[in-house]
């Protein structure tokens, strides 16, 4: 058979196809043949068996009458009729005592060469034995039969198979005949009418191929219509198929460069820096130089899109990227990891030197046009470096210990470089952890509020209370890097409302033991005043509880976000309209102050604690605080002090004519519990300031 498909090879197409057409119509007569034999072999193997077991049937009624009366002669007979049959391998007939009375054995049947294969394919099910009990009916008692033997037969089905199986072969060899006739008759009239053609141009596409010209047009004289037809559609498809292999490969070429690099900045992309990463560790060898790779982030980056939109946001990456790469020219190509997270690899000789170099490259100051006009950006970097093998040794737990770093720098204040160290991971892991831990307690609802009073400085009432969130009651620290977290993960939404309902629920209660002007504070984030239906949903909540919105204070961080936010705006003019207070918390510390209290108004200003600790001794925070002091009076607004534990410190901010104070000094934040019995014992014993 090889023989044979090695010279098809070496033959013309038209030869290959009458041989392909004689074999096809040889095989069919192969199946065709197999079917009809089949069928009238299994008709043929059925009737024989149908006989063999009808005869049997014939001889039961004498058998039963001779066995009963033990007539051997009778039974010799019956079976004498069977000595000739080889359908049976062997009949018994055995008396009720077992004593057998008759038999005829014949010698088995030699199977032919495929009769065990269709036995087992095709009849399986047949019985090769049959076992019967005889019994005698007497004309005195019709109603029970007497046992009075057995007759017992072995069907030799081989016999039986080789019979049909030489009718089977009978028909499938005539129907293959012919079929092979019928297949060199197609052959011959296909070479004579299309052959001829075909050779001619399967001989010409043949030579273009091995010339390696595959879309080489045809030309060729040939007669038919159709072989005509056919010429001329390969020209004009080889003429496609050659403009579309170069557009392809072309195409190509563009998708592969596209799928390495970043389409913004033109610079490569996480996958090609794992890549290239992969390689080089695999021919880093010991002793040599290390490999360090340094991830850059831009510090607040999102303030960028939110303050002058994202057009100007992505002329700031661009803008950073072709920075790194120029200061860092003689290094490694510059990748891109995410929204504006950089990265490059170095293989320094000089460790002190490079880190230098990185450090210098940590600030961008740039010009960019935003609505027609120009406005200077000034960027800084945070860089997190990691070295292989000895921080890791394969690319993700490289870039894992890289990415540590920088969160590091960005533990460490921004605008700095830090190294990959252990503690840093396992404080990464820490952050982790806490954040999991602050899933499952939101989802099961497992933690604490604390609250830290109010008091009026000028005759020391209780005026209100900041709700803070604990995460259990043992446990009075501020999470400020567990919220945080939640806030960069979005889980502080369903966080903040479940704290206001929490909130609720404990002072709703106690509202009328208080003072009217009494307000509960909580902290909100601007995550969830940009949310659209915020407004509503905390409306439902007051109403649900019976909590007076005018009792109601929402403490704001500064967040630059919320300045022209559409959604920010609609909430915070509903809730005023119905009497909630804003406060803008931890005023001076954060980003733009001066212009959230132009386009927001805000009802208290709360100075941060970091003015207040070193009061009265630090002439600077005094004038600090005098300052906001004099800026809150004339905007109308009314002053909180955090971080007041002396009674100096009380004093000082009264003078000053500070509104309300919160410290240390009046309680330190209580569960709702211990609240409410500290609000009974200033009733007991007010505390009034001696000045008053």
């Known amino acids: 058979m090889k023989r044979v498909e090695r010279r098809l090879d070496t033959c013309s197409l038209t030869a290959r196809f009458t041989f392909f057409v004689v074999m096809l119509t040889v095989v069919s007569g192969l199946v065709f043949g197999g079917l009809l034999g089949y069928d009238s072999m299994r008709d043929e193997v059925h009737e024989q068996y149908r006989i063999a077991n009808q005869r049997l049937d014939f001889i039961q009624e004498p058998a039963r009458f001779a066995l009963y009366h033990l007539d051997t002669e009778t039974v010799r007979a019956l079976l004498q009729s069977f000595q000739q049959d080889p359908a049976y391998r062997r009949i018994d007939l055995v008396s009720d005592q077992g004593e057998n009375f008759g038999h005829v054995n014949h010698a088995p049947a030699q199977p032919a060469l495929l009769t065990p294969l269709i036995k087992r394919a095709f009849f399986n099910d047949l019985p090769a034995a049959r076992d019967e009990r005889l019994f005698h009916v007497s004309q005195f008692n019709t109603r029970k039969g007497i046992y009075v033997g057995r007759l017992k037969a072995d069907f030799d089905l081989d016999h039986i198979i080789n019979k049909a199986t030489a009718a089977l072969f009978t028909t499938f060899w005539l129907t293959c005949i012919q079929a092979l006739v019928l297949g060199i008759l197609v052959a011959a009239v296909f070479y004579a009418s299309v052959g001829r053609p075909l050779q001619a141009i399967t001989r010409t596409i043949r030579r273009h191929a091995r010339r390696g010209q595959p879309f080489a047009t045809l030309d060729l004289d040939v007669s038919g219509f159709e072989l005509k037809r056919l010429v001329r559609h390969y020209n004009e498809h080889a003429s496609r198929g050659e403009r579309y292999l170069n557009e392809l490969t072309e195409a190509n070429r563009v998708l592969d460069e596209q799928t390495r690099r970043d389409p913004l900045t033109q610079d490569y992309n996480r996958r090609e820096l794992v890549r290239r990463l992969a390689a080089m560790l695999a021919g880093l060898e010991s002793g040599s130089e290390p490999l360090a790779l340094v991830i850059w982030d831009i510090d607040g980056f999102s303030r960028v899109n939110d303050r002058y939109g994202q057009?100007?946001?992505?002329?700031?990456?661009?803008?950073?990227?072709?920075?790194?790469?120029?200061?860092?020219?003689?290094?490694?190509?510059?990748?891109?990891?995410?929204?504006?997270?950089?990265?490059?690899?170095?293989?320094?000789?000089?460790?002190?030197?490079?880190?230098?170099?990185?450090?210098?490259?940590?600030?961008?100051?740039?010009?960019?046009?935003?609505?027609?006009?120009?406005?200077?950006?000034?960027?800084?970097?945070?860089?997190?470096?990691?070295?292989?093998?000895?921080?890791?040794?394969?690319?993700?737990?490289?870039?894992?210990?890289?990415?540590?770093?920088?969160?590091?720098?960005?533990?460490?204040?921004?605008?700095?470089?830090?190294?990959?160290?252990?503690?840093?991971?396992?404080?990464?892991?820490?952050?982790?952890?806490?954040?999991?831990?602050?899933?499952?307690?939101?989802?099961?609802?497992?933690?604490?509020?604390?609250?830290?009073?109010?008091?009026?400085?000028?005759?020391?009432?209780?005026?209100?209370?900041?709700?803070?969130?604990?995460?259990?009651?043992?446990?009075?620290?501020?999470?400020?890097?567990?919220?945080?977290?939640?806030?960069?993960?979005?889980?502080?939404?369903?966080?903040?409302?479940?704290?206001?309902?929490?909130?609720?629920?404990?002072?709703?209660?106690?509202?009328?033991?208080?003072?009217?002007?009494?307000?509960?504070?909580?902290?909100?984030?601007?995550?969830?005043?940009?949310?659209?239906?915020?407004?509503?949903?905390?409306?439902?909540?007051?109403?649900?509880?019976?909590?007076?919105?005018?009792?109601?204070?929402?403490?704001?961080?500064?967040?630059?976000?919320?300045?022209?936010?559409?959604?920010?705006?609609?909430?915070?003019?509903?809730?005023?309209?119905?009497?909630?207070?804003?406060?803008?918390?931890?005023?001076?510390?954060?980003?733009?102050?001066?212009?959230?209290?132009?386009?927001?108004?805000?009802?208290?200003?709360?100075?941060?604690?970091?003015?207040?600790?070193?009061?009265?001794?630090?002439?600077?925070?005094?004038?600090?605080?005098?300052?906001?002091?004099?800026?809150?009076?004339?905007?109308?607004?009314?002053?909180?002090?955090?971080?007041?534990?002396?009674?100096?410190?009380?004093?000082?901010?009264?003078?000053?004519?500070?509104?309300?104070?919160?410290?240390?000094?009046?309680?330190?934040?209580?569960?709702?519990?211990?609240?409410?019995?500290?609000?009974?014992?200033?009733?007991?014993?007010?505390?009034?300031?001696?000045?008053?």
Do not use: W
């Open 311 to 692: 057009d100007i946001g992505d002329a700031a990456l661009k803008e950073v990227s072709s920075r790194l790469r120029h200061a860092f020219s003689d290094g490694a190509p510059l990748y891109r990891l995410q929204a504006d997270i950089f990265a490059m690899c170095f293989r320094p000789r000089d460790m002190d030197h490079l880190t230098t170099r990185l450090s210098d490259a940590l600030r961008v100051e740039t010009t960019l046009e935003a609505e027609k006009s120009c406005s200077t950006i000034e960027l800084t970097l945070s860089a997190g470096m990691a070295l292989a093998p000895e921080h890791a040794a394969t690319p993700e737990s490289l870039l894992h210990a890289a990415h540590i770093g920088l969160a590091n720098a960005k533990h460490a204040g921004q605008q700095c470089l830090r190294t990959y160290s252990p503690e840093a991971g396992e404080r990464q892991k820490r952050k982790v952890a806490a954040l999991l831990l602050l899933k499952e307690r939101l989802a099961d609802g497992n933690f604490a509020l604390a609250y830290q009073p109010k008091v009026c400085l000028k005759d020391g009432s209780l005026k209100g209370c900041e709700a803070l969130f604990r995460l259990n009651r043992g446990e009075l620290s501020a999470p400020y890097e567990l919220l945080q977290e939640a806030e960069a993960t979005g889980l502080i939404i369903p966080l903040g409302l479940e704290i206001i309902r929490r909130a609720l629920t404990d002072f709703a209660p106690l509202l009328p033991a208080l003072d009217d002007d009494f307000r509960l504070g909580i902290n909100i984030s601007p995550q969830q005043l940009v949310e659209p239906d915020f407004s509503h949903r905390l409306e439902q909540m007051l109403q649900h509880y019976r909590f007076p919105a005018n009792r109601l204070e929402l403490e704001i961080t500064e967040a630059t976000q919320l300045i022209n936010n559409h959604a920010f705006k609609d909430n915070h003019r509903r809730l005023r309209d119905l009497g909630v207070s804003f406060s803008l918390d931890d005023f001076g510390t954060g980003y733009a102050s001066i212009e959230y209290l132009l386009f927001i108004g805000f009802d208290f200003l709360k100075i941060d604690r970091q003015f207040v600790k070193d009061l009265p001794e630090d002439a600077n925070s005094l004038r600090v605080c005098r300052a906001v002091l004099t800026l809150a009076r004339e905007l109308g607004c009314r002053t909180v002090i955090e971080g007041i534990e002396t009674p100096a410190q009380e004093a000082l901010m009264r003078k000053h004519q500070a509104t309300l104070g919160q410290g240390y000094l009046y309680a330190k934040p209580m569960d709702i519990d211990a609240f409410k019995r500290y609000c009974h014992t200033r009733k007991a014993t007010p505390r009034i300031p001696p000045e008053a």
